[in-house]
């Protein structure tokens, strides 16, 4: 355990950083190395390149062992959203529900976070995001934030007019 106390509070705006994984070491440590590069870093079979899940350690497709962690484009979109209600006086920092999203990458991969910052629009289902990083205890945690609709053009505008009448 960290011994590490003078970050009680920290500076993510959702977990308190005693809530923060320990990067080093862990299964998930390419990912975390990637996002302190500022890059989305996920596994793939080093054999047949299928998409793992994030602590998958077999392939589904050809049942090789390793794993090859490469650098995603961090955008997809919003498979499945929820909205949590939860008060954990000193560990859940945000005062207001906050959304869990199953976010489905363009790469294949499926990851479930939270957004970047507080929303204060609920994500829909098929919504764009482009995958960012908290900072939690010093540690990057991936997390959305979505991307804004286009401006709404003249031409578009004038399209929709003529669509409906
Ligand atoms: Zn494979």
Do not use: N
């Not at 500076?11 to 308190?16: E, K, S, V």
């Not at 870093?41 to 602590?55: A, G, I, N, Q, R």
């Not at 990458?105 to 098929?126: C, F, Q, Y």
């Amino acid at each position: 355990m960290s011994t590490d106390v003078t970050t009680a509070l920290g500076t993510d705006w959702l977990l308190a950083d005693s809530l923060a994984p320990i990067a080093a070491g862990d299964v998930l440590q390419p990912l975390y190395d990637g996002a302190v590069r500022g890059k989305l870093v996920l596994p793939f079979c080093e054999h047949c390149s299928l998409t793992l899940d994030l602590e998958q350690q077999v392939c589904d497709g050809c049942g090789a062992h390793a794993i090859a962690w490469r650098s995603v484009e961090p955008v997809g979109i919003v498979h499945a959203a929820t909205v949590m209600h939860r008060r954990e006086p000193g560990l859940v920092l945000a005062t207001s529900p906050y959304q869990i999203l199953d976010v489905e990458l363009d790469s294949g991969h499926r990851l479930v976070m939270t957004t970047a910052e507080p929303e204060p629009t609920t994500a829909a289902i098929g919504d764009p995001v482009h995958v960012t990083f908290r900072d939690l205890g010093g540690v990057q945690i991936p997390s959305a934030r979505p991307i804004p609709d286009p401006p709404v053009t003249t031409r578009t505008a004038l399209s929709q007019t003529e669509a409906r009448s």
